[in-house]
């Protein structure tokens, strides 16, 4: 078993910064991808960007060049650095953690849908305005 717990969501104006942060604790056999997704009232949750234990990261497009995952294995925990925050970037966010990975010539990296995610936190609320 995994326990996930999130915090740093706020309100901020559009263009601001937040950086979320997930505290991560239990079977590291379950750790082997990492990731935040977001929903937004009414819609589907969505994945954000996922962290390989090997070291690679996926970003959905929409948060490319302004989002950054990372993790801190000291501290157990996983970031997201969100930079130039948009209203449409106003949802809950979620951590989760999971197996499911791809591998290939190119190294391993995590499979994006949520059903590849078996630990879920609580989820911290975003509020961008404008």
């Known amino acids: 078993q995994v326990q996930l717990v999130e915090s740093g969501g706020g309100s901020v104006q559009a263009g601001g910064s937040l950086k979320l942060s997930c505290t991560i604790s239990?079977?590291?056999?379950?750790?082997?991808?990492l990731g935040w997704f977001r929903q937004a009232p009414g819609g589907a949750r969505e994945g954000v960007a996922t962290?390989?234990?090997?070291?690679?990261?996926r970003y959905t497009d929409s948060v490319k060049g302004r989002f950054t995952i990372s993790q801190d294995k000291g501290n157990n925990t996983l970031y997201l650095q969100m930079n130039s925050l948009k209203a449409e970037d106003t949802a809950m966010y979620y951590c989760?953690?999971?197996?499911?990975?791809?591998?290939?010539?190119?190294?391993?990296?995590?499979?994006?849908?949520?059903?590849?995610?078996?630990?879920w936190g609580q989820g911290t609320q975003v509020t961008v305005t404008v």
């Open positions: 239990g079977d590291s056999a379950y750790t082997t991808c």
């Open positions: 962290f390989h234990r090997a070291g690679s990261l």
């Open positions: 989760a953690a999971g197996s499911g990975q791809t591998c290939g010539s190119g190294g391993c990296f995590c499979l994006t849908g949520q059903y590849q995610f078996a630990f």
